[in-house]
């Protein structure tokens, strides 16, 4: 008997090795791990990605006290981080603050400086943090950048468009609209107007995010609509449009502005 399980102990080992159940002393034997079904899924996210804010920077509006500066400073950097974009448009911005943002967050940025009264205007409480105007800040390095006025503007504030290209070969573009309705004939819809030739002739994938103080489309033909229009504060007037693939828009409630976020995903052209 004893001689038989002599004969049976290699064959006994050469068993249970193939099985895996022998193990070298201090190794613990590796059971898969099945993610749970909420956690993020970074390789399901479309390849392209973009946050808007409308931040009230100026100091001058009345939006401003609902900012508790610099806790909107502070609010934008969260968003960017936790969303992860790969372009990031600020309407009513200033141009320390947004420098600010691209330093904490390490994107890269280009500002259109707002004309006011025929000057730039600097913003106030706090003083220092530069003059007024709107931003594009991209996760890639920004190749090219132009920006211009409409031909009209109402009141005493210069309206600008800003485009930037960045190194994949994708514009990013914010404008923030004057404030005189859209009906036919105002400058808001001038304005809209010449924003949808400026977005049709960019000849590369282009996202569009901003505050166009409308409800009735800029877009260019050919290029995608998506409004805030489910936001619970001022709804309808921040729009998105582009001709990257598969948008999708998700809305999140700010906190120290008077405008919630957005954010847009989608799928770059092959």
């Given at each position: 008997m004893?001689?038989?399980?002599?004969?049976?102990?290699p064959l006994m080992l050469g068993c249970l090795l193939a099985a895996g159940l022998l193990l070298s002393p201090g190794v613990a034997m590796a059971s898969p791990v099945t993610p749970p079904e909420d956690a993020p899924s970074q390789e399901a996210r479309p390849p392209y990605s973009l946050l808007h804010m409308n931040v009230c920077l100026s100091g001058y509006a009345g939006c401003y006290a609902k900012t508790q500066y610099p806790k909107i400073v502070d609010e934008v950097v969260e968003r960017i981080q936790a969303n992860d974009v790969n372009a990031v448009t600020l309407n009513e911005?200033?141009?320390?603050d947004v420098a600010e943002i691209a330093a904490r967050t390490g994107y890269h940025y280009r500002f259109a400086t707002v004309i006011y009264r025929g000057a730039p205007l600097d913003c106030r409480t706090p003083g220092g943090r530069g003059v007024f105007g709107n931003a594009v800040l991209t996760k890639e390095a920004i190749r090219a950048s132009e920006d211009a006025p409409f031909s009209v503007f109402s009141g005493v504030e210069q309206r600008r468009w800003l485009c930037v290209t960045t190194a994949r070969r994708v514009d990013v573009c914010t404008t923030h609209l004057s404030t005189d309705g859209e009906a036919p004939g105002t400058t808001n819809s001038i304005?809209?107007?010449?924003?949808?030739?400026?977005?049709?002739?960019?000849g590369r994938p282009t996202i569009f995010a901003?505050?166009?103080?409308?409800?009735?489309?800029?877009?260019?033909?050919?290029h995608w609509t998506l409004t805030d229009a489910e936001a619970t504060q001022a709804p309808g007037i921040q729009h998105a449009y582009g001709n990257l693939t598969s948008p999708a828009l998700e809305i999140e409630p700010a906190t120290y502005t008077d405008h919630d976020a957005l954010v847009i995903r989608a799928g770059l052209p092959k």
């Open positions: 004893i001689a038989l399980l002599v004969r049976l102990r911005a200033c141009s320390g304005q809209c107007a010449e924003l949808a030739q400026v977005l049709a002739s960019r901003g505050d166009v103080n409308r409800r009735g489309s800029c877009a260019p033909q050919n």
